[in-house]
């Protein structure tokens, strides 16, 4: 017999489907700041350890903070390196991750609301 069932996962209502890929994390470091103090990018490690990220692998792939004082925030990634991800300025700046937090990667788009339509 075989059976098929979806999962739910995070704060935000998506089914997920079980077959999605999605990698754990943590910060091992914030990266450089701009010219505004604000940060795009941190250095992560795999949780259970595993090989590096591909280059570019996880571009278009949402990022959500599981702990630390930005807990449940999503971000878009724009880019990566083996052990570097860098987001979106249309989600704002990691400013407030700190070093340990840890992450969930998923291969799910990141759905922004949309600004009010004017009357």
Do not use: C
């Amino acid at each position: 017999m075989v059976s098929f069932a979806f999962a739910f996962a995070g704060h935000d209502g998506i089914e997920v489907d079980p077959a999605l890929k999605r990698y754990a994390g943590q910060v091992t470091a914030l990266g450089k700041r701009d010219d505004q103090g604000r940060v795009y990018s941190l250095q992560v490690k795999r949780l259970p350890a595993s090989a590096a990220f591909e280059m570019d692998e996880l571009r278009g792939w949402r990022l959500t903070i599981l702990a630390g004082k930005r807990f449940a925030q999503v971000f878009e990634i724009v880019g990566n390196t083996g052990t570097e991800v860098s987001v979106s300025a249309d989600d704002g700046p990691l400013n407030g991750i700190a070093v340990r937090d840890v992450f969930v990667i998923e291969n799910v788009p990141v759905e922004r609301k949309k600004p009010a339509e004017p009357q």
